[in-house]
Nanobody, 122 residues
Framework: QVQLVESGGGLVQAGGSLRLSCAGS????????MGWYRQAPGKEREFVAGITWSGGTTLYADSVKGRFTISRDNAKNTVYLQMNSLKPEDTAIYYC???????????????WGQGTQVTVSS
């Protein structure tokens, strides 16, 4: 089992940057694909970015491509989401999730963090 704890959210002006972190517990963290999702008020949760167990392949939603970067450090059991050029429409609760298949693609994830709030002011 993997426990996930997100951090790094906050309030930022449009055009600014934030880096989210997701710390995982467990010796098998490096076996999991990891993903970041977000949920804005009144909207469904949506896939933002994913990364394979090795970090060799990443995938992004079209809405964040070129602005966000997902990465991981398996030695630290941590996955990151660097968010640049933030827009008010990026405002949401951001969740990290672990995928036992290792793929980190949109779809079923097995473990979820509690989320961290990101608010972008105009």
């Amino acid at each position: 089992q993997v426990q996930l704890v997100e951090s790094g959210g906050g309030l930022v002006q449009a055009g600014g940057s934030l880096r989210l972190s997701c710390a995982g517990s467990g010796r098998t963290f490096s076996d999991y694909g990891m993903g970041w999702y977000r949920q804005a008020p009144g909207k469904e949760r949506e896939f933002v970015a994913g990364i394979t167990w090795s970090g060799g392949t990443t995938l992004y939603a079209d809405s964040v491509k070129g602005r966000f970067t997902i990465s991981r450090d398996n030695a630290k059991n941590t996955v990151y989401l660097q968010m640049n050029s933030l827009k008010p429409e990026d405002t949401a609760i951001y969740y990290c999730a672990a995928d036992k298949t290792g793929r980190g693609t949109p779809g079923r994830y097995d473990y979820w963090g509690q989320g961290t709030q990101v608010t972008v002011s105009s």
